[in-house]
């Protein structure tokens, strides 16, 4: 064999031998990497929470006092208790009872000296036993800082509303907004509708009675 070709072919083979050990060791520094990936931390900001504490008693007692607008009678001082039973999340049953004093009708405004109630007849006194439904369940915010569970609920009963010396079988619509203040105590914004019929002023009608009241209430 020619000594150039001869001296080629070495080097040839020399450079495979050389190379074939670099290969190995290449391979096995990516194999390494793949199969221990970076680990990173993440560095979350815990937020404290602090969980409602609402008492678990399903009675609910209370006052409220507010204004009730007395058809053809104007509007007058109302005041009145209302007593609870929740047997679900979202509904409840409630007994309400309240008073006002109806004033002067515009007749009696303008004549000045005619009366068509005596005091004891002007005394406008309502119960009523209503089911109740927390609609619109939620929380209510003061500031950045402070939340309120609330709920809107509506309600819808029958009873009875004594005034100018009768008895009227009454409807009551209502619906409010119910505010926990903490975990016992609760702020009552109301709306109601009394509806009965009366024939006071001669033609027998559907009478509409609109109270809005302030209430608190109790649970125990």
Do not use: C
């Amino acid at each position: 064999m020619d000594p150039g070709l001869r001296l080629l072919l070495l080097s040839g083979l020399a450079l495979v031998a050389l190379a074939t050990p670099l290969r190995s060791q290449a391979q096995e520094a990516v194999g390494a990497a793949t199969a221990t990936p970076q680990v990173v931390e993440p560095r979350v900001k815990r937020r404290e929470v602090s969980p409602a504490g609402i008492d678990t008693e399903n009675f609910e007692a209370g006052a409220f006092l507010g204004v009730v607008s007395i058809e053809d009678f104007g509007s007058s001082f109302s005041y009145g208790a209302r007593l609870a039973y929740h047997f679900t999340e979202d509904f409840f049953a409630e007994a309400t009872i309240g008073s006002a004093e109806a004033g002067r009708t515009s007749y009696e405004e303008l004549s000045g000296s005619a009366e068509l109630l005596t005091d004891s007849e002007r005394r406008f006194t309502h119960y009523d036993l209503a089911i109740g439904w927390n609609a619109l369940p939620g929380e209510v915010f003061l500031g950045g800082s402070r939340a309120m569970p609330a709920a809107v609920y509506f309600t819808l009963g029958a009873g009875s509303t004594r005034f100018a010396g009768d008895d009227h079988f009454t409807v009551a619509l209502g619906a409010g907004l119910r505010l926990l203040a903490n975990d016992w105590l609760a702020v009552h914004l109301d709306a109601r509708n009394l509806a009965f019929e009366s024939d006071l002023l001669g033609d027998n009608k559907l009478t509409h009675n609109l109270q809005f009241t302030f209430g608190l209430t109790a649970f125990f």
